[in-house]
């Protein structure tokens, strides 16, 4: 797939780790620190009205910087923050939150998220997976209820990302924050059946060529590049969308690569993800039109 766009969006990368907002820290408690007084009650009835109203006006105040100013969730307490707007654009509000706080390094961001635009009449953009049926052909998914998320790394000319080596631990945590994408995608946003991510170049998958003995001998290895996406149906995570998002993902801040391993939701982000993990690359229609084409891929 073409990546020029989502080059172009590089700039937004940010040089340091931003700041969580408070309220995706957890809550913290109130305690009033103020003393019972015992005031006339004619006298000083309008000295406590306007009191009562300075202290609302604090607490608001107090609450919208708790938030980071960010707009307060509408899902019950799912997240601290949700997209302002809805549709595409809510999508790219939702690219431009979620990805700054995944990092390559600590000063580095690991991908820039563009949302993609399948009904862009000037580039026209359809994608199409196998068929559940038994005629093995392709069908298009609907661009109406699809959002589809391009993650190109940082660092490189081509989307890669150009900061450290590719690895088990790195693939695992792109799939955490193609996840996270999924999941306020599918809360926030009505009418999406559909997310596909597709993820950064640089990864390969081995094969084997001739006759694979078990287990396959080091010279019967062949080492194969791909790329990759992840893509989620709603109904598949409806479960997730019912309980807060820190319930899913606890850390405030997603882990580092080498932290993704052994961190506490990864055997959960393997398994969510392990299943949407496709093969993807694009072939351009006879009208012209370009055609993601995502396959099957083995677990990595």
């Known amino acids: 797939m073409s990546r020029n766009t989502a080059q172009m969006g590089q700039q937004r990368a940010v ?79 939702i690219a431009d939150f979620v990805a700054p706080y995944y990092r390559a390094s600590p000063s580095q961001q690991l991908a820039v998220v563009t949302a993609v635009n399948l009904t862009d009449p000037n580039n026209p953009l359809t994608v199409v997976v196998p068929s559940s049926g038994s005629s ?17 790394g940082v ?10 080596q590719p690895s088990a631990a790195r693939l695992l945590l792109l799939r955490r924050e193609a996840l996270e994408l999924a999941l306020y995608t599918f809360k926030y946003l009505s009418g999406v059946n559909t997310v596909v991510a597709i993820l950064p170049p640089g990864h390969q998958v081995q094969g084997c060529v001739g006759i694979c003995p078990r287990p396959a001998s080091p010279r019967n290895q062949k080492v194969t590049p791909v790329n990759l996406a992840v893509a989620f149906d709603h109904s598949e995570l409806a479960p997730w969308l019912e309980r807060p998002l820190r319930q899913t ?45 995502l396959q099957p891929q083995s677990p990595q």
């Open 15 to 93: 040089e340091s780790p931003p700041v969580r907002a408070a309220g995706d820290l957890g809550r913290a408690g109130t305690r009033s620190q103020g003393h019972t007084r015992a005031f006339p009650r004619r006298r000083f009835r309008l000295a406590v009205i306007g009191l009562l109203a300075v202290g609302l006006c604090s607490l608001a105040v107090a609450a919208a910087l708790s938030t980071g100013g960010r707009t307060a969730s509408t899902g019950g307490e799912w997240s601290a923050w949700s997209p302002p707007s809805g549709g595409l654009t809510g999508a790219q509000e």
């Open 136 to 152: 093995g052909g392709l069908v298009p998914l609907n661009a109406g209820s699809t959002i589809v998320y391009n993650l190109c």
């Open 155 to 164: 660092g490189s000319h081509d989307c890669s990302i150009g900061v450290g």
């Open 249 to 293: 993902l606890p850390e405030a801040l997603p882990p580092t690569v080498s932290q993704m391993p052994s961190a506490p939701e990864a055997e959960l982000v393997s398994i969510l993800t392990a299943h949407g993990l496709f093969a993807e690359h694009t072939e351009q229609a006879q009208d012209g039109a370009n055609v993601i084409v």
